[in-house]
C-alpha cells in the first residue's frame, strides 16, 4: 500500500508518466487495474471508492494507491478519526465524542486507544518531521497529556508543510506521514 494525493485525475497522470517509485525498491510504478471497491465514511457521509492500484517494474511487486483522506483498515475518513483525537485532547469522553460524529461509541473508544498507545511514537515522528520542514521551529510546548502532545506535534508540522510545501489538511498530512498507519498496531505486526 502507498499513500497518494486526493486528486484522482492527477495520481493518475503521475502514475502514467512513471512520476510514482515503488516503496520497496525505488523501481517505477505503473498502472495495475484497481483495488476492490469500498464504501468508507467521510464527514458528509459515505463515499464509495475503488483505489487504484500499481505494478513495479523492477520488483513487480503491486500496490494500492491509497488517498491520503483516508487510513489503511479504516471505514472512516482520517479527518472524522482526526475530530476524535482533537476532542480527546481536549477532555473530552469517548461516548460523547462518538455521539457528536454519528459513529458507534465502541468504534470511537478502539480509535482513541489505539492512539493513545501510539501516541509517544507519533509524538517523535511528527516532532522529527517538523524540524525536517523547518528547522528553526522552536520548542513544543508540553500539553497536559501524551494524546495533548502528539497532536501538537502534529498541528506544528502541518503548519510547517503549507508554509514550506503546499496548503493540505492536517489530517492528511498525518496520514501520508504515516503511510496509513496511524492507527495501526504497534508491534508484533509484519510492517
Keep these: 500500500m502507498m499513500m ?18 515503488c ?3 525505488s523501481g517505477l510504478l505503473a498502472p495495475w487495474g484497481h483495488a476492490r471497491s469500498r464504501s468508507s465514511r467521510g464527514p458528509e457521509g459515505t463515499v464509495r471508492h475503488r483505489p487504484r492500484r500499481a505494478r513495479c517494474s523492477s520488483c513487480r511487486g503491486t500496490h494500492v494507491l491509497l488517498a491520503q483522506a483516508w487510513l489503511w483498515r479504516r471505514a472512516d475518513a482520517v479527518s472524522v478519526i482526526g475530530a476524535a483525537l482533537e476532542a480527546k485532547a481536549a477532555g473530552a469522553g469517548h461516548r460523547s465524542i462518538a455521539a457528536r460524529l454519528g459513529r458507534p461509541a ?4 478502539g480509535w482513541l486507544r489505539r492512539f493513545t498507545v501510539r501516541a509517544e511514537q507519533e509524538r517523535a515522528r511528527f516532532t522529527r518531521l517538523l524540524v ?5 521551529a522552536g520548542p513544543l510546548v508540553p500539553r497536559a497529556s501524551v494524546v495533548a502532545d ?3 506535534a502534529l498541528g506544528a508540522a502541518a503548519a510547517a508543510a503549507v508554509l514550506r510545501l503546499s496548503p493540505q489538511p492536517a489530517w492528511e498530512l498525518a496520514a501520508r506521514a504515516t503511510g496509513g498507519r496511524l492507527l ?5 505486526s509484519r510492517w
Design 4 to 21: 497518494v494525493g486526493t486528486d484522482e485525475a492527477g495520481v493518475e497522470r503521475s502514475l502514467l508518466s512513471g512520476e510514482l517509485v
Design 23 to 25: 516503496p520497496s525498491c
Design 106 to 109: 465502541c468504534t470511537v473508544r
Design 132 to 136: 525536517a520542514l523547518d528547522p528553526l
Design 150 to 152: 502528539a497532536l501538537e
Design 184 to 188: 495501526a498496531p504497534v508491534g508484533g
